[in-house]
């Protein structure tokens, strides 16, 4: 995708995070967002992560 389109498919709103964003922080805005768009040091999408993956996540985390 081109990083034109990459920036119309998220929401002004939605904050992204670096591709170098520790646990926390992506805890923090998955609270506020259904999904935390990735970027790199370019500001491309790398990847998205969604509250579900994360509770999926967590929850192999806890069972392990």
């Keep these: 995708l081109s990083l ?14 670096s591709i170098d964003a520790d646990e926390k922080q992506v805890i923090a805005v998955a609270l506020n967002q259904n999904y935390v768009p990735i970027v ?21 985390q806890r069972n392990a």
């Design 4 to 17: 034109r389109r990459q920036r119309q498919m998220c929401k002004e709103t939605d904050l992204a995070l």
């Design 40 to 60: 790199d040091g370019r500001g491309a999408l790398c990847g998205i992560i969604t509250r579900q993956s994360l509770i999926h996540y967590f929850e192999n």
